[in-house]
Nanobody
Framework: LQLVESGGGLVQPGGSLRLSCAVS????????IAWFRQAPGKEREGLSC????????DYLDSVKGRFTISRDNAKNTVYLQMNDLKPEDTAVYYC????????????????????WGQGTQVTVSS
């Protein structure tokens, strides 16, 4: 199972970006999937997770109301829509999934998962 992120870039404060995570290999239907980020000198933090069937989501408090996770299982792709971006959102963003079951809140609390993408850089700066 391979994950490839795209959609990062440079954006001004208040701007928006949509990240994509394309999954190849087994169908995404049975996997919960999450987005994480890591800023220089900081620990990786979980941002959002969506359950395998899309029924349940969870978000880090600091991104609630600004970031939205979604998935298109037909395309084996997960998205992270990021609005009202702030300089503190600058980081490398990763998607991750796992063959083990976690509730969505526990998924983003854990920093070790089976499968990770290579990351995409998001820079928020004027």
């Amino acid at each position: 199972l391979q994950l490839v992120e795209s959609g990062g870039g440079l954006v001004q404060p208040g701007g928006s970006l949509r990240l994509s995570c394309a999954v190849s290999g087994p169908t995404l239907d049975w996997y919960s999937i999450a987005w994480f980020r890591q800023a220089p000198g900081k620990e990786r933090e979980g941002l959002s997770c969506m359950s395998y069937n899309g029924d349940t989501t969870d978000y880090l408090d600091s991104v609630k109301g600004r970031f939205t996770i979604s998935r298109d299982n037909a395309k084996n792709t997960v998205y992270l829509q990021m609005n009202d971006l702030k300089p503190e959102d600058t980081a490398v963003y990763y998607c991750a999934t796992d063959s083990r079951f976690f509730t969505v809140d526990n998924f983003i609390k854990m920093r070790t998962h089976d499968y990770w993408g290579q990351g995409t850089q998001v820079t928020v700066s004027s």
